[in-house]
């Protein structure tokens, strides 16, 4: 059973701070990763996704990956409130397979 | 563009009725997928279509089947409709291979009394 671990949460933050969001998961070959956000209420959209080892960054949003660790992260800086959600860690196992979710780690950014 | 459209979007259904959740994408996809969202639990994968005439079980598809009408059409079918079925269901679809993101449908929630 391929699995994708995230703290539930919730994680506080204060505003303008910088939130960090991680994931294991347990399947060494997964090729590619995505970070989703859910809305309460919402369904999922993508914010990033990164399939090399390192870093990737796109506005506030920083992606990193380390598959010697099985271990992509999500940092988020100058957090603000609106950025208050359920972020969900996927993991594509390899090639057409469904993704695999994490069960999501809510983020609360305290104004 | 429309993205992935699932009807209905809200269904309170009696403990052994069924019901058809349809789902429908115009982007050309070739992989369509039924998830389930329940507190604390995550998205879990019902059945999955990778490609049209193909279907394929996922984690939770007890109590569910499923059709892939064309390429564009994905349907969910709860034959007899019980309370642990109540949740919150996504239809999403994916071009298929490759670093290539899933697009989601806007939820249907369904509640079984």
């Known amino acids: 059973q391929k699995e994708v671990e995230q703290n539930s949460g919730p994680l506080s933050v204060p505003e303008g701070a910088i939130a960090s969001l991680n994931c294991t998961y347990s399947?060494?070959?997964?090729?590619?990763f995505f970070w989703y956000r859910q809305y309460s209420g919402k369904s999922p959209e993508l914010i990033m996704f990164?399939?090399?080892?390192g870093d990737k960054e796109d506005g506030r949003f920083t992606a990193q990956l380390n598959k010697a660790s099985q271990y992509v992260s999500l940092l988020i800086r100058d957090s603000q409130p609106s950025d208050s959600a359920t972020y969900l860690c996927a993991v594509n196992p390899s090639g057409n397979t469904p993704l695999v979710f994490g069960k999501g780690t809510r983020l609360s950014v305290i104004a | 563009n429309a993205g992935v459209t699932q009807t209905p979007k809200f269904q309170v259904l009696k403990t052994g009725q069924s019901m058809t959740l349809q789902c429908a994408q115009d982007?050309?996809?070739?992989?369509m997928y039924w998830y389930r969202q329940d507190p604390g639990m995550g998205l879990r994968l019902i059945y999955y279509?990778?490609?049209?005439?193909t279907t394929d079980k996922g984690e939770v598809p007890n109590g569910y089947n499923v059709s892939r009408l064309n390429k564009r059409e994905f349907s969910l079918r709860l034959e007899s409709a019980a309370p642990s079925q109540t949740s919150v269901y996504f239809c999403?679809?994916?071009w298929g291979q490759g670093v290539i993101e899933a697009f989601f449908g806007q939820g249907t929630r369904l509640t079984v009394v």
């Open positions: 982007m050309n996809h070739n992989s």
């Open positions: 399947d060494r070959g997964s090729q590619s």
């Open positions: 279509s990778a490609s049209e005439g």
């Open positions: 999403a679809s994916r």
């Open positions: 990164i399939y090399s080892n």
